[in-house]
């Protein structure tokens, strides 16, 4: 982060202070929307899963914060700060979980599905390591068509097993793809810890196996999360080197919202990470540079409405077209591939989800 001061259009006011303060406004805001959407849930407003990223937030918006515009993101299923940290619009995301039209990917996606191409944020993904294909086949396009741009790929430590993870590093590191894939180490994959999980289990020097660059940071430092980040990125953009980024953190809630998280961890264990509390450093530091107790309330206060507007448009926004729930799925011209998918096919399907010419 830069440590300049604005001398010019503001005397004696830190353009570091106004940053800092900013992040803090953008890590309450993550924390407050999971905070809210648990309660929308519970009201059965939301369907579907939901997974909530709360204790993770320094290292989601340290990470994307390192991003240029032009980098692309890709992203597991514990999505949603991403995609406000990426500048998705609160109420964007909040309609989303609704399944509302007005949800950054039209209310077809959901929780697990975010997507705003506008952003390059391509997903939200939820099967476990599914992610890690398309993102390093987005570094392949990348580098294909000469770009200065690289992939950051979030995935969480319940994905170093699958063959997906082994195929896609593998390709990396051989191909020399302009990628960071971004390792969030929560402890969990859903009830199973990492000690239990994974033979190696400082999962950073797996990168070893594929001749690839891996380190590991503190997730609930922003800054040092932001550095390494954005270090990495700019030697994949430039030099077409891959990296691994493992990034310690905590989730204080359950695996998702029907999960109550104690079943394979204790209170006291909750409690001793929560000392490191990202948003409770962050907040520190700030009183230590100057900042004001009103300060922080006027923040609090502007991030209490902006969530209860996104409650708000998400509740007014109309259900989508069931007509067009296929809508960019299906390729042009593939119509008569999936033909049999139609009502009245020998499959018998029963209710009409393509629009009329769809795929021709
Ligand atoms: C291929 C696949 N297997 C199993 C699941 C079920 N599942 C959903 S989340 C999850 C745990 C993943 O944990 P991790 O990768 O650490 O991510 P985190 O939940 O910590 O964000 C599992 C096993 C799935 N979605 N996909």
């Given at each position: 982060?830069?440590s ?8 004696g ?9 900013a ?32 204790g993770q937030?320094?290292?989601t ?13 890709v992203t597991?299923?514990r999505?949603?700060?991403f ?25 077809r ?9 506008s ?18 086949g ?13 992939v ?6 319940g ?19 302009p990628?960071?894939y ?5 402890d ?8 239990r ?10 990168a ?5 660059h ?21 030697r ?10 493992e ?18 961890r ?16 962050f907040r ?14 006027a923040?609090?206060?502007?991030v209490?409405?902006?969530?209860a507007?996104?409650?708000?448009v ?25 033909a ?15 629009e ?5």
């Amino acid at each position: 982060m830069s440590s300049a001061t604005d001398s010019t259009s503001k005397p004696g006011v830190s353009v570091e202070r106004e940053q800092r303060l900013a992040s803090y406004e953008q890590l309450l805001t993550i924390r407050q929307f999971e905070t809210e959407a648990e309660r929308q849930y519970k009201a059965a407003r939301i369907g579907g899963y939901c997974h909530l990223s709360s204790g993770q937030e320094a290292t989601t918006l340290g990470a994307v914060s390192a991003m240029s515009e032009d980098d692309l993101l890709v992203t597991g299923y514990r999505c949603h700060g991403f995609a406000i940290a990426r500048g998705v619009p609160c109420e964007r995301v909040m309609a989303e979980l609704f399944g509302r039209r007005d949800g950054c990917a039209g209310g077809r996606g959901g929780s697990m599905h975010l997507f705003d191409l506008s952003r390059r944020f391509y997903g939200g993904w939820g099967i476990v390591g599914g992610q890690l294909p398309l993102a390093t086949g987005l570094a392949l396009a990348l580098k294909r068509q000469g770009r200065a741009a690289a992939v950051l790929c979030e995935l969480g430590d319940g994905a170093v097993n699958i063959g997906a993870w082994h195929e896609s590093l593998n390709l990396a590191s051989l191909w020399r793809l302009p990628i960071v894939y971004l390792l969030i180490n929560n402890d969990f994959g859903m009830g199973t810890s990492v000690e239990r999980a994974s033979a190696e289990p400082a999962l950073y020097r797996r990168a070893a196996a594929f001749r690839m660059h891996g380190e590991r940071v503190d997730g609930n430092d922003l800054d040092r999360v932001a550095q390494a980040t954005g270090r990495l990125l700019a030697r994949a953009r430039e030099e077409r080197l891959p990296a691994l980024l493992e990034a310690l953190t905590y989730r204080y809630r359950g695996h998702s919202v029907a999960d109550a998280g104690l079943a394979y961890r204790t209170r006291e264990e909750i409690a001793a990470h929560l000392k490191a509390d990202p948003l409770e450093r962050f907040r520190s530091m700030l009183l230590g540079i100057g900042v004001s107790e009103q300060e922080l309330q006027a923040v609090a206060e502007r991030v209490q409405q902006r969530i209860a507007s996104a409650v708000s448009v998400a509740e007014q926004s109309p259900e989508p077209d069931v007509a067009g729930l296929a809508r960019g799925v299906y390729a042009p011209g593939s119509a008569k591939q999936f033909a049999r998918m139609l009502p009245g096919s020998a499959f018998g399907e029963r209710e009409l989800v393509f629009e009329s010419g769809l795929g021709e």
